[in-house]
T-cell receptor, first 113, second 111 residues
């Protein structure tokens, strides 16, 4: 199993500002995934982050709003830019295990005021 | 985009009873997984069932998969108060291992 550390665990931010969320994995992984979970909802995939190439975004998510970095095989960041209250969610990073199961960080609970 | 639909949306049972949650999906899959999420926390992987498997057990958990009906069920036997959580199914349909999640079932087990 993979151990994923995500920071910060929670934050309260002013609208119009940006927040960068960090995700550290204890082993090298090819792909990392970023999800959003809006209040009371299920998870929605934002993008897939590959090391050495641009992230692949799902429909409804764009790079300008959610820029992603993947500088090496154990680390990734997701930035939520120009935040509005609608961005208040839990953001989770995830990696695929050897048996294709997904492992998740504890999530970042973001509140935009 | 969401792939699965889960029912019921909420389930409340007494400790010791069995809980059954269902999940349906729309496209062909490589595997289907069930996760638990305690309130506001990260997801915990429970069990993975591959598309060529029909049933799988893990402790008090039993998962079935019917690919002809594109549906799965999660059974928790002899439930405990600590089983109170949201349960999500997720499907893996592509080559990238990106998961598509159902809406989840909120399970409450009363002591």
């Amino acid at each position: 199993s993979a151990v994923i550390s995500q920071k910060p665990s929670r934050d309260i931010c002013q609208r119009g500002t940006s927040l960068t969320i960090q995700c550290q994995v204890d082993s090298q992984v090819t792909m990392m995934f970023w999800y959003r979970q809006q209040p009371g909802q299920s998870l929605t995939l934002i993008a897939t982050a590959n090391q050495g190439s641009e992230a692949t975004y799902e429909s409804g998510f764009v790079i300008d709003k959610f820029p992603i970095s993947r500088p090496n095989l154990t680390f990734s960041t997701l930035t939520v830019s120009n935040m509005s209250p609608e961005d208040s969610s839990i953001y989770l990073c995830s990696v695929a295990g050897f048996l294709n199961e997904a492992f998740f960080g504890q999530g970042t609970r973001l509140t935009v005021v | 985009s969401q792939q699965g639909e889960e029912d019921p949306q909420a389930l409340s049972i007494q400790e010791g009873e069995n809980a059954t949650m269902n999940c349906s999906y729309k496209t062909s899959i490589n595997n289907l997984q069930w996760y638990r999420q305690n309130s506001g926390r990260g997801l915990v992987h429970l069990i993975l069932i591959r598309s060529n498997e029909r049933e799988k057990h893990s402790g008090r958990l039993r998962v079935t998969l019917d690919t002809s009906k594109k549906s799965s069920s999660l059974l928790i036997t002899a439930s405990r108060a600590a089983d109170t959580a949201s349960y999500f199914c997720a499907t893996d349909a592509g080559d990238n291992n990106d998961m598509r999640f159902g809406a989840g079932t909120r399970l409450t087990v009363k002591p």
